[in-house]
């Protein structure tokens, strides 16, 4: 599949399509994330890495000429999310092992 520099739709729906993945994954570390399971920091860590460098992005400027996409303040929500879920993973698990 190629995409043409003329027509980008075509890629943000897949950009917007794989944060949109990201954050449904992050919210669902949350489930083993309140029972203090590992598996949450495993779930967790790709939106944590993908909405990090899509902050890291947004950031840097690399190219002042260039436009953002329509929804770009969607790009730190998998950051948010995923942070959040290994929070709740590390006050779990030491609050549990604290007894």
Do not use: C, K, Q
């Amino acid at each position: 599949m190629l995409f043409r520099a003329e027509n980008t739709e075509a890629a943000l729906v897949w950009i917007f399509g794989g944060v949109f993945l990201f954050v449904i994954l992050g919210l669902l570390s949350f489930w083993p994330a309140t029972r203090g399971h590992w598996s949450a920091l495993f779930m967790a860590a790709p939106s944590v890495l993908l909405g990090g460098f899509l902050t890291w992005s947004l950031v840097t400027d690399l190219r002042p000429d260039h436009r953002l996409p329509d929804m770009w303040f969607l790009f730190p929500a998998p950051l948010a999310v995923g942070v959040v879920a290994i929070l709740v993973w590390a006050s779990v698990r030491y609050s549990d092992s604290s007894e």
